[in-house]
């Protein structure tokens, strides 16, 4: 069974630019997750997505990111303008059913450096 | 206040020691989880339970409901094992605590 797969692993912009991630979860999982895991801390939920409606953004910075998951599958995060303090490890998670009853699957994360 | 707090922050230990690492919480949950993350790479899921004792191999992770309190145990610590362990509660949504990291020295 093929693991959640993110895209890029390493991005480097400068501050203002914009940014996109990708995360295909594993197959099947109606639950998907992006967080934001800054050096030394604990993941930090972003969005929460179950099938193509949003469960959960209130930690999402609207005015600069925006996620999407269209046809309830694949998703995407996209920074635009970044800032200096976006740097960190963006991590895309899946699971078969919502946070009370699964197991949490993680992809490999994207990485994003911003000078 | 976080809701998951996990102890030790830091852990460096001679290979083949017993290791244990701690996890408190402050809400009620569905399920606990203990991750592990290896430098520059993904977080994989070790256990998820959420009463009792579950055994994998030399980890062994423990329960206590009542007083909201797990434990992480790593028997005959090896190198390899060296790698950020985080704790994680999940309730509607997944708590996160800080992570551990563990250095096993030769």
């Known amino acids: 069974e093929a693991g959640v797969a993110q895209s890029p692993r390493y991005k480097i912009i400068e501050k203002r630019q914009s940014v996109a991630f990708w995360c295909n979860p594993i197959s099947g999982h109606a639950t998907l997750y992006w967080y934001q895991q800054i050096l030394g801390q604990g993941p930090k939920l972003l969005i929460q997505f179950q099938n193509n409606g949003v469960v959960d953004d209130s930690q999402l910075p609207k005015d600069r990111f925006s996620a999407e998951r269209l046809k309830g599958v694949d998703s995407t995060l996209k920074i635009q303008p970044a800032k200096l303090e976006d740097s960190a490890v963006y991590l895309c998670?899946?699971?078969?059913?919502?946070?009370?009853?699964?197991?949490?699957?993680f992809g490999e994360g994207s990485r994003l450096t911003v000078l | 206040k976080n809701e998951v707090e996990q102890s030790p922050q830091n852990l460096t230990a001679q290979e083949g020691e017993f290791i244990t690492i701690n996890c408190s919480y402050s809400v009620g949950i569905s399920a606990l989880h203990w991750l592990q993350q290896h430098p520059g790479g993904g977080i994989v899921s070790l256990f998820m339970l959420s009463s009792g004792k579950k055994k994998h191999g030399r980890l062994i992770a423990t329960i206590n409901i009542q007083e909201k309190h797990s434990s992480l145990h790593i028997t005959a610590s090896h190198p390899r094992d060296s790698a950020v362990y985080i704790c994680?509660?999940?309730?509607?949504?997944?708590?996160f605590g800080t992570g551990t990291s563990l250095t096993v020295i030769p």
């Open positions: 998670a899946s699971s078969p059913y919502g946070g009370d009853t699964g197991e949490l699957f």
């Open positions: 994680a509660v999940s309730r509607n949504q997944f708590y």
